[in-house]
């Protein structure tokens, strides 16, 4: 019985530790690829992401605001 919980223990730390890696992973390629172009991080990435991170702002139109 307690191996099986130590087994359950060991495995989520070993999940938990896979995931800080690839999300480590992925901001640093990120950076890299972003740190010394001229382009701004949001015309690299995709539309869908913009939106779930709220960086898509709609364009401003001719008509004014009351």
């Not at 223990?9 to 800080?20: E, N, P």
């Not at 390629?29 to 539309?47: H, Q, R």
């Not at 779930?52 to 139109?61: D, I, K, Q, R, V």
Request: proline fraction near 8%.
């Amino acid at each position: 019985m307690y191996y099986q919980s130590k087994s359950i223990r060991s495995a989520r730390a070993i999940r938990s530790k896979a995931l800080l890696f690839t999300l480590l992973f992925h901001i640093a390629l990120i950076g890299y690829f972003t740190y010394g172009a001229d382009l701004p991080l949001t015309e690299l990435l995709p539309e869908a992401v913009l939106d779930f991170l709220g960086m898509n702002t709609p364009e401003a139109s001719d008509v004014p605001i009351p």
